[in-house]
């Protein structure tokens, strides 16, 4: 090992050393309750905090055509009304005890975060359990979450320079599975969804035993336990939730996408692949690449593109955590007057190249020194830990996985690098989108 190796591994060692004091497998306690809801409970007591959150486990991935968007809709209307709390309370009582939350939905999960100070903890349960117990769809706050949805995705469509493009090639990517509709669901669905479709939704996939619940902080774990006992496992429902039957076929052959946009100043290229889902062996050296590709002023792609041909202004990369076989998507907004052809050619030459000359060592050794640390200073708080937990135990195939994350990047070799790119960076397994004023000649081959 090369001596900045070793200054490295040890400053990381000891980040991990401090991490892993504050954090470890045997100090979150796992708590199944009676009507299947899982809750991991960390007891953490650096500061006078706590925070919850819930993971449902549905998504845009569990609609189906008609009903498109639902589960990003739930998440609005879950802060509007339920039996003891009336619309704009929650809010209101969470600010009134210290607490903040938020929400967020992708493809595979709806995420619930309450932040709160810890004396808080039995008004934050009762909230949490009111609404999933007793949420009221009503006629009038439907129609004006409805009124806030179709305004989000049209502001996003128009003022995001991505979303129409990747919303177009995921699209195209995808020719059977869930994954091919936006988050954000269809218009036409949005203003068409019933009262009915609402309803029965929310009693399939707002079932506890389709939900992990993670608890930390300066908590008390038999209080805890009570207060859930009490307000959260007589919660039960009888609907059993159905799974995502649907597998994606194998691509057949390169996709491509353009999408005309005359408000457009400068062109932008995404360039994806299919790829396995979180919990495959893969994850860990896909995860490596979106560093090397694209993990700042160093990587292959912002070296190339911005630094030394100056033909983009950034570069970027997604790798989603996805319950099935999800999309790497690469991400360059060209400069002004630039060919998108020519950032698709430079990307595509300097992918072909680490097809066939495996990344350096110290290359490699960069992008898991960066991954590991981001881990680790994650750790170091209760909503970091919360978050993680949640993610690892969804996600990865248990919590228990997030405390081996570290030694699971170790062990990726500059081999496995080329091996995955050999898999799955493929041109029969690529789409291509490209977003400009007008239609490049040639586009289309």
């Keep these: 090992m090369k001596a900045w190796q070793y200054a490295v591994w040890g400053a990381l060692f000891g980040f991990a050393g401090s991490a892993q004091a504050v954090m470890q497998s045997s100090d979150v306690e796992v708590l199944q309750l009676k009507n299947g809801m899982k809750v991991l409970l960390l007891e953490d007591h650096s500061i006078p905090n706590a925070n919850m959150y819930t993971f449902w486990k549905v998504g845009s991935r569990n609609e189906v055509p008609g009903i498109t968007g639902l589960s990003h809709f739930f998440e609005h209307m879950m802060f509007n009304g339920s039996k003891n709390y009336p619309p704009g309370s929650f809010d209101k009582v969470m600010e009134a005890s210290g607490g903040s939350n938020n929400a967020y939905t992708t493809a595979d999960v709806t995420v619930y975060t309450n932040w709160f100070t810890a004396t808080a903890m039995p008004t934050i349960v009762d909230l949490e359990a009111d609404r999933i117990a007793h949420l009221k769809i009503d006629d009038a706050k439907t129609e004006s979450e409805r009124g806030v949805v179709l305004s989000e995705r049209s502001t996003g469509l128009e003022n995001d320079p991505w979303e129409r493009l990747y919303e177009a090639s995921k699209a195209a990517a995808f020719e059977a599975h869930p994954y091919t509709w936006p988050v954000i669901g269809f218009e036409s669905d949005i203003k068409a969804w019933t009262r009915a479709d609402l309803e029965r939704y929310f009693r399939t ?84 690449l979106t560093e090397i590709l694209t993990g700042g002023p160093s990587s292959r792609l912002v070296k190339l593109l911005v630094d030394d041909k100056r033909i983009a202004s950034s570069v970027s990369s997604d790798l989603p955590q996805a319950f099935d076989p999800t999309f790497f998507a690469i991400f360059v907004s060209g400069m002004e007057g630039k060919d998108p052809r020519e950032m698709e050619r430079l990307l595509l030459s300097e992918i072909d190249l680490m097809r066939k000359k495996p990344v350096s060592a110290q290359e490699l050794q960069k992008a898991k020194n960066k991954k590991v640390v981001d881990l680790y200073r994650r750790m170091e708080t209760i909503n970091g830990k919360s978050q993680l937990l949640g993610d690892f135990e969804v996600f990865h195939g248990g919590y228990q996985k997030l405390f081996d994350a570290a030694g699971s990047y170790e062990k990726v070799t500059p081999a496995d690098i080329t091996r995955v790119m050999n898999t799955y960076f493929l041109k029969s397994n690529r789409t291509v989108g490209v977003q400009d004023k007008q239609e490049p000649a040639d586009f289309r081959y």
Excluded: C, W
Aim: no cysteine; aromatic share 8%; net charge negative.
């Design 205 to 288: 996939y707002y079932n506890p035993s389709n939900a992990v619940m993670v608890i930390s902080g300066d908590i008390k774990p038999a209080d805890v336990k009570k207060l859930l006992a009490d307000k959260i496992e007589v919660i039960a429902r009888d609907e059993k939730v159905p799974e995502v039957r649907t597998k994606e076929p194998p691509q057949q052959g390169e996709k491509r996408v353009f999408i005309a946009k005359e408000a457009t100043t400068a062109p932008q290229v995404m360039v994806g692949y299919h790829v396995p889902e979180t919990k495959h062996p893969d994850f860990y050296a896909l995860d490596l």
